[in-house]
């Protein structure tokens, strides 16, 4: 197959809403691992935002198979705005063109903003302090102390930005920026404490 059914191919297998590792894609479209590494890039330079879960049982995914085409977040709405001004004290031709297009986008980051209001699963029978606190923190935007105990069972401080909730593997992660690591990364709930100092 050439490169864009292997990348397709790639695609189609995350959106089972499994977790696959490089040398499992590997193995199953015919390829070498730094291909997969490749399509990855190109795919998200696409749009298409495909998860990393680090460690040794980790891998590719992608966390709302059926909604994987938002192309935009507030950061690429920042810099249309910026554009915009720019556009309009030149006075650009078809800026209303260009502002029914920032409009639109601006709708669709909204709709997506509301889903990942996350989430108080009426399923989780641990409605815990914690959990409120990180609902909390992700409806009102805010960043929370906590405490993180590590694989090797050492607890360390972290000021996250909590993102959304999710469920995987029978287990419920927030996805969170991180100020320590400067980064986007998963925190397996079970092993978070509030910091209440």
Not at 71 to 81: E, G, V
Not at 95 to 124: A, G, H, R, T
Request: proline share 2%; glycine share 4%; with cysteine.
């Amino acid at each position: 197959m050439g490169k864009i059914s292997n990348a397709i191919e790639m695609l189609n297998y995350l959106n089972t809403g499994n977790k696959y590792s490089v040398k499992d894609l590997a193995e199953k479209i015919g390829i070498t691992e730094r291909m997969v590494r490749y399509y990855k890039a190109e795919l998200e330079q696409a749009g298409i935002s495909i998860e990393t879960f680090m460690g040794p049982n980790g891998g590719y995914y992608i966390l709302n198979p059926k909604n994987q085409y938002n192309h935009f977040n507030k950061y690429d709405l920042q810099i249309l705005n910026n554009v915009d001004n720019i556009l309009k004290e030149i006075n650009y031709e078809n800026i209303k063109k260009y502002e029914k297009i920032i409009n639109k986008v601006q709708m669709s980051n909204d709709i997506e903003e509301e889903k990942s209001k996350y989430f108080l699963d009426y399923s989780v029978k641990d409605k815990s302090k914690l959990y409120f606190a990180l609902n909390d923190a992700i409806t009102n935007k805010n960043p929370l102390k906590i405490l993180y105990r590590s694989l090797n069972q050492e607890w360390q401080e972290r000021i996250i930005h909590p993102l959304q909730i999710f469920k995987y593997d029978d287990q419920f992660y927030v996805t969170a920026y991180c100020e320590l690591r400067d980064d986007i990364r998963h925190f397996e709930i079970s092993r978070i404490k509030l910091n209440q100092k």
